[in-house]
């Protein structure tokens, strides 16, 4: 089992324990115990040594979550997604942080390595944080402002896919496209249900999240709205992106296909005479004459260049 605890007195010191220890600190401060793993030894410590309910365990290391937010008794169980320091499935590409707090404890647990719990470790040893609302605040607007950069490249390279829309780039942006439009439609599977959390967590009653909690709560779930209509209309931008180079494509192959049908028109003609005359039999006009050769070749050049004049004059070759 890994992980680490912080001590915060009422004073504010702050103090880095060990998480056996962290249990046995003053109750009137704050104590923070973040588990980095959901085995079974960390089931059994917080099960057996936190003395917390198995409903709550479960919770915070159930396999598959989503956010969400729960009141369960004078606490409340939150579930919240950001971005990994590992690189992640293509299904999931946000890691979840799972949070129990209640009056004077907050428990986390990760099964990946969360950016926004290094960001949220400096916040405690800088102060800023007090009780379980702030610290629990400070993981909402962390993980946001994280995603809130990566968010804001998908758009951007959009934008510049936009500007090189080519027909000679097709491959290479088709690639780029569907990368873009699957991270955000794996981005929006997680921060819609993330803002509906937040919201319902800033409603919750409880005196361990003040009014100043609420609010930093609900400009985190504003912000993560925000992000979930960007993701829509990146993916949408995708999808009409997704369309014309696929009309391009279409286009490019008309063209070749138009190419191959004058040389196949040019060429068929003189394939049938050359056949015609290659035949091993008796009876072929001129077959015997010293001129035949040269003047069955300047037929053929004829016909080729008449076909060529044909099409010339029809437009084809604008096409």
Known sequence: MTGFAYHIAGSGDVQRVAVGQALGADAAGL???HLETTDEQAQGWLRDTAGLSDYVVDALTATETRPRCEAVGSGAFVNLRGRSREE?????LLASVRIWAVKGHVFSVTRKPLIAVGAVEEAVKAGAIRDPGDLITSFATAITQDLDPDVANLGDELDACEERL???????LRRTVSRVRSTAIGYKRFLSPQRAALEKLAALPGDWLDDDDRLHLAGAADRAARMAEELDAIRERAALLHEWLSDLRAEQIDSRSLIIAIVAMVFLPLTFITGLYGMNVQGLPYAQA?????AILGGCALIAAGIVIYFVQRHWFER
Do not use: E, M
């Open 166 to 172: 080519d027909a000679a780039q097709i491959f290479t």
């Open 31 to 33: 104590v923070w115990v």
């Open 290 to 294: 010293p001129w035949a050769f040269d």
């Open 88 to 92: 992640l499935d293509t299904s999931d």
